[in-house]
């Protein structure tokens, strides 16, 4: 289950951003085929956890992800994939998709819980396109950000305004060294 199959999109994690208007946290989602990104709301704690892995820093102690795979891994399962799989209300959802005696187990999961588990066991990550397609950030090849076109979905004037805060955030992003920073990890 790579690339584009049945509705979903494979993504890396391109980056962990700090918004100095309010220190939140933001997980940068790239798509693997494309220059299209999604930005997620994480707590610190999360962001810790997944720059921690895939900085490769050691710690003292295991960290609740660390805790979490070693759980599903004592009772037998291995994790497939995780999902991103819905956006509302402002709120991303996701699942984490087990692999338990041969057959496909789903466990709801925060984005952010799902992430940290996925860079400790390094499986893929993927996203439905409709959430891409609502919340989804396309730079062109100048690294400017791509107004939506004919082929994204529309999304309703009362959806546009609950999500006018994540909007005002992403519009302050310098997005101008994502497309220098993809360049130079190839």
Known sequence: MYGRQGGVIEMTIESIRVSLMNYQRVVILKEKASERYLPIWIGPAEADAIAVQLQEVSVARPLTHDLLRSAIETLGANVNHILVND??????YARIVLD???APLEIDSRPSDALALAVRVRVPIFAEESVLDRAGVLLDKDGEQVEGNGERQKVLPEELEKMSAFKDFIDSLDLDDFDKRSKGSS
């Open 87 to 92: 956006l509302s209300n402002d709120t991303f």
């Open 100 to 102: 338990y005696n041969g």
